[in-house]
C-alpha cells in the first residue's frame, strides 16, 4: 500500500503499521490534553477510572446518533466488554451522578442511558481540552482528506 506522510513523500507502510502510528497519535493527543488540564479539572478527573472516563466518552458519542438513548448492550459492544461488566461499570456512573437510565419504551425490559447534567459536564471539562487539540490539528487537513478519513473510519466499523 502506498501513501503518502506529511511530507508528501511516498512510503510504503502496511496498514497495520499505519494504524499502529494513528493509535500512538491520539495516545500522544490525550496525554497532551491532560497536561494541558487545569488543577481544578485534573482533581475531577482523579475521581474517575479511566474505563469510567472512556464509558463518559462513548456515551456522549453515542448520544450525538441516538439522543433519545443508549442500549446498555450497545455501550457494551462499542467498549468491548460484556453486558454484565458494562451493567456494573453504568451502576457506577449512575451512584457518581453521571449517567441516567430510563426504561426503554419500546421494551420494557430494556434501559436507556443518557448523561446526566453533571456528566455532560466532566465530558466537557475533561475532554475539551483533548477535542481541542484534535481540532487544531485536523485544521490542516483538506476537505477531501477529511471525507477520505470519514470513508475509512466507517469501512473499519463494518
Known sequence: MTTSNIAGEM????????????????DDLRRDSIKALKEADKSTMLGLTVRQGSAISQLKLMLEEKPQGIALKDLAKRMQMTVPATSLLVETLVTKGYTSRTQ?????????????????????????????????????????????LGSIVKKMQS
Open 104 to 148: 426503554d419504551p419500546e421494551d420494557r425490559r430494556a434501559v436507556r442511558l443518557t448523561l446526566t447534567e453533571q456528566g455532560l459536564s466532566i465530558f466537557e471539562h475533561v475532554y475539551a481540552h483533548f477535542h481541542a487539540e484534535i481540532a487544531n490539528r485536523a485544521q490542516s487537513l483538506t476537505p477531501e482528506e477529511v471525507r477520505a
Open 11 to 26: 512510503t510504503d507502510k502496511s496498514p497495520h503499521l499505519l494504524f499502529r502510528q494513528l493509535l500512538e497519535t491520539l
